[in-house]
């Protein structure tokens, strides 16, 4: 059963933003046929925004892609997590 959790909004940080949110299921189907059968599992997980940003008016359309793209790291924040964790940045 779906089960509805607010987060805050990727583009502002500020508005929250209400998502249906289903666990990953696994459903087991056996086939039969003179060759054998199989058993196939199938994995199910679903994330659905049901809410606008009332603080920035980005659309569920605009959410929900840039939730399944991610946010892109820049080339900066990476060398500096890089310089901080000892490694070197410059070759």
């Given at each position: ?18 998502i ?30 049901l ?41």
């Amino acid at each position: 059963m779906p089960e509805i959790i607010t987060i805050k909004c990727p583009f502002c940080k500020e508005g929250d933003i209400k998502i249906s949110h289903r666990e990953r299921q696994i459903i087991t189907k056996k086939s039969t046929c003179r060759a054998g059968g199989k058993n196939m599992s199938i994995q199910h997980a679903k994330d659905e925004v049901l809410s606008d940003c009332q603080k920035c008016s980005k659309t569920i359309k605009e959410i929900s892609k840039r939730l399944k793209e991610g946010k892109q790291v820049s080339c900066k924040d990476a060398a500096k997590r890089m310089e901080e964790a000892g490694l070197p940045t410059r070759f």
